[in-house]
């Protein structure tokens, strides 16, 4: 089964700050990526699907890119309301798998 | 609006069975490829199970034989029952839809879920 594996467990960042979480996966799987952002207690919410494309609602400071194994989430200037955990999924195929999350705190 | 809602979790032993549902509103559960996603506490998401819209079903290799995953389109409910529980099975579990996407045809990532709920397994 392919592996996804998240740059850091946890990202220390300040509100305007710039952030950037890395995904990566253990064989290519094209753009078959999506990003999820959770808050504690709550279910995930997605956020960018096809590696790149926003889902409908999400906030513009939000992007994605990548291709194949290598994958970026980017918040270009980091809101109160995205400390939050993000999550990574590939789902070229089943298992659906996720990466182990990155937790974004503040700094 | 679209809605999932689950039941049906609790306390249980190991080697013991629970089945939860899913109550959906806002659309037709048979129309769509569903899952249920779990989450252990303090720990990230895996993907359990999916029953595709013809009706086939897929399951992770860590619980497959033990869980079934169904669906009542009368209901338009979806279920996961769960036999020979182990403890490593403890999570919240949620129900989730696919997002299809009319401009390709394909399926991308969970657009809706459900709350959760709790299952514990310990003695």
């Known amino acids: 089964d392919i592996q996804m594996t998240q740059s850091a467990p946890t990202l220390s960042a300040s509100v305007g700050d710039r952030v950037t979480i890395t995904c990566r996966a253990s064989?290519?799987?094209?753009?078959?990526l999506a990003w999820y952002q959770q808050k504690p207690g709550k279910a995930p919410n997605l956020l960018i699907y096809?590696?790149?494309t926003l889902e409908s609602g999400v906030p513009s400071r939000f992007s994605g890119s990548g291709y194949g194994t290598e994958f970026t989430l980017t918040i270009s200037s980091l809101q109160p309301d995205d400390f939050a955990t993000y999550y990574c999924?590939?789902?070229?195929?089943?298992?659906?798998?996720f990466g182990q999350g990155t937790k974004v705190e503040i700094k | 609006e679209v809605q999932l809602v689950e039941s049906g979790g609790g306390l249980i032993q190991p080697g013991g069975s629970l089945r939860l549902s899913c109550v959906a509103s806002?659309?037709?559960?048979?129309?769509?490829?569903m899952s249920w996603v779990r989450q252990a506490p303090g720990k990230g998401l895996e993907w359990v199970s999916v029953i595709r819209s013809v009706g086939t079903t897929a399951h992770a290799d860590s619980v497959k034989g033990r869980f079934t995953i169904s669906r009542d389109n009368s209901r338009n409910t979806l279920y996961l029952q769960m036999n020979s529980l182990r403890a490593e099975d403890t999570a919240v579990y949620y129900c989730?839809?696919?997002?299809?996407?009319?401009?390709?045809?394909?399926?991308?990532?969970?657009?809706?879920w459900g709350q959760g709920v709790l299952v514990t397994v310990s003695s």
């Open positions: 989730a839809r696919e997002l299809f996407d009319r401009e390709d045809g394909y399926n991308h990532g969970f657009d809706y």
């Open positions: 999924q590939k789902y070229d195929s089943y298992p659906w798998t």
């Open positions: 806002g659309f037709t559960v048979s129309n769509r490829y």
């Open positions: 096809k590696a790149s």
């Open positions: 064989q290519t799987i094209s753009d078959w």
